[in-house]
Structures are given as structure tokens and as C-alpha cells.
């Protein structure tokens, strides 16, 4: 049994036996969006516009995630990746430049490794990848966001994430009240990805064979366990271009949308 919630303006796909909600503005090279943990389309609300001046530009909500089908039993990342290349395929947009954030990042690796034929490039902002973050003990506090939804608390979960892992403390106070909802309403699919067998892993060796354009970005505010994971794809990926949001933290397309909106026109114009 699956559910699902079907919203007025929003567009549906059948991918690989689920309903994926998308939307899809714009002409020219395709540009696909992937949000992280917790979120949905809407967290790429404000760089869609300025992204479509030059491109199309699909954003999607990622299975389990607000408007898209909830399948039950336990998940895997690799579902997401496929998931993303066949709504791709199916929409006609590849080649595509694939952009990720955090989780999404992590979808967006995965599919350079497993799927490089549907990507013209890729733009990755902070990927919490399992093996550079645990090195360091930066995983610990999950321990207890895990536990919080567990016990059914998903909004004090949530509360949790923001302010001890993800963008530091004080920081859900300032979030949107439809990203604090988003967020609470997604929690069970985070708990589902945190124990999927191949969460935020990727093929390294895999990896290491796409030659194509990288763009590895990274906040400036953003909190130092982040660092490794930069320096971790340096060493897989040596063509990737590394470009710091000096003023910015873990999701920058939300609070520096313009200098976002510029580094990803640049980067894809430069590599043309």
C-alpha cells in the first residue's frame, strides 16, 4: 500500500512503479534540482526563477517526501537514483546538469557513479556522505533525531537536525513556517534513509571514472564537518571546481539565492 496527495498545478510521473510529483519551467539545457533529507520541491523555490532565464529547470519531490507516493517497507538510496534517471529519461531531459543539495547531493554522486550517460554535469553542495563525516564523530547527534522519530516527536526531531547537525543553533527559529512543515512531515522518510543498507554511501571507484564537469560547493558558515567530505571528493574527483558561499551555510540556494543562481549559470556556461 502506497499514499499519496495530489496538489492542484503540480505535474506527476509514473517512475519505476511511483508517483513522482515534479514541476518543469523553462527552456534550454536541462537543469535538475534534487532537495535533501526532509524537504521537497519548494526548497529550490527561490533560484527556480533566475535558473530558467537560461535553462529548464525540473525540480521533483524525491519518493517518501510530501507530494510524491510513499511506498512502504524500507527503502534504498539506489531507488532515489533510479528514480532520478528514469524521470529524466521520461522527460526527455537527458543530458542534464544534475544539482543536488546535502542528502540530494549524495543522490546526485550516486547517479555520476551508476548512471554518467543521463548527466551532462553535476553541481554537488555538502553531501553528508557516511564515511568522510564518521571519521569524525559528526554523526553522533543523529543518534538522537533517530530516536526523536522513533518516539513519534517529529517535530522536536526536526527542530533537532537544524540546529545541532545541519545549520547550527537558533537556526529552525528562522526557518520559513512551511519549511518547519515540510520538514516535521517528511520525518519518517528520514528515518527510512539513515537506515537504508546503502545510506549516504557512494561506489568510489565507480565515482572516480566520471569525467565529467564537477562543481563541489561548500558554506563558509556552514559547520566544519563538512570540510572532510570536500576534501574527500577532491581526491576521487581531481577535474572538480571547488567554490565557497563565504556568507552562506549548508543550503545557500535558500538564503543567498542570487549568488547561487550566478555560480550555477557561470559554471554551466563555462563548461560548455
Not at 543536488?100 to 553541481?123: E, K
Not at 556522505?129 to 533525531?145: H, I, Q
Request: proline residues 8%; contains cysteine.
Amino acid at each position: 500500500m502506497t499514499t499519496s496527495n495530489v496538489v492542484p498545478g503540480m505535474l506527476h510521473a509514473q517512475v519505476n512503479g511511483v508517483r513522482i510529483a515534479y514541476q518543469d519551467i523553462g527552456r534550454g539545457e536541462p537543469l535538475v534540482l534534487v532537495h535533501g533529507s526532509w524537504g521537497s520541491h519548494h526548497n529550490w523555490d527561490p533560484v527556480v526563477r533566475g535558473l530558467s532565464e537560461r535553462h529548464r529547470v525540473i525540480t521533483y519531490d524525491r519518493r517518501g517526501h510530501s507530494d510524491s507516493e510513499r511506498p512502504t517497507g524500507q527503502g534504498t538510496f539506489a531507488e532515489d537514483v533510479a528514480d532520478l534517471a528514469a524521470l529524466m529519461e521520461t522527460l526527455d531531459a537527458a543530458p542534464a546538469w544534475v544539482i543536488g543539495n546535502s542528502v540530494g547531493a549524495v543522490i546526485t554522486l550516486q547517479l555520476a557513479a551508476a548512471r554518467p550517460d543521463v548527466l551532462r554535469g553535476v553541481i554537488v553542495h555538502e553531501p553528508p556522505l557516511r564515511a568522510p563525516l564518521s571519521e569524525g564523530g559528526a554523526d553522533a547527534p543523529l543518534t538522537v533525531v533517530l530516536d526523536l522519530i522513533r518516539a513519534g516527536d517529529h517535530s522536536r526531531a526536526a527542530e533537532r537536525f537544524v540546529n545541532d547537525v545541519a545549520l547550527g543553533p537558533g537556526a529552525w527559529a528562522q526557518l520559513p513556517e512551511q519549511m518547519r512543515a515540510t520538514m516535521t512531515d517528511n520525518a519518517p522518510t528520514y528515518l527510512d534513509e539513515e537506515l537504508a543498507p546503502d545510506s549516504r554511501t557512494v561506489d568510489e571507484a565507480a565515482l572516480a571514472r566520471f569525467a565529467g564537469p564537477v562543481l563541489v560547493t561548500f558554506g563558509g558558515q556552514s559547520p566544519p564537518i563538512f570540510l572532510p567530505v570536500v576534501h574527500y571528493l577532491a581526491r576521487l574527483l581531481p577535474q572538480a571546481h571547488r567554490i565557497e558561499y563565504a556568507g552562506a551555510g549548508h543550503i545557500p540556494h535558500v538564503t543567498h539565492p542570487e549568488e547561487f543562481v550566478a555560480t550555477v549559470l557561470d559554471f554551466c556556461s563555462a563548461s560548455a
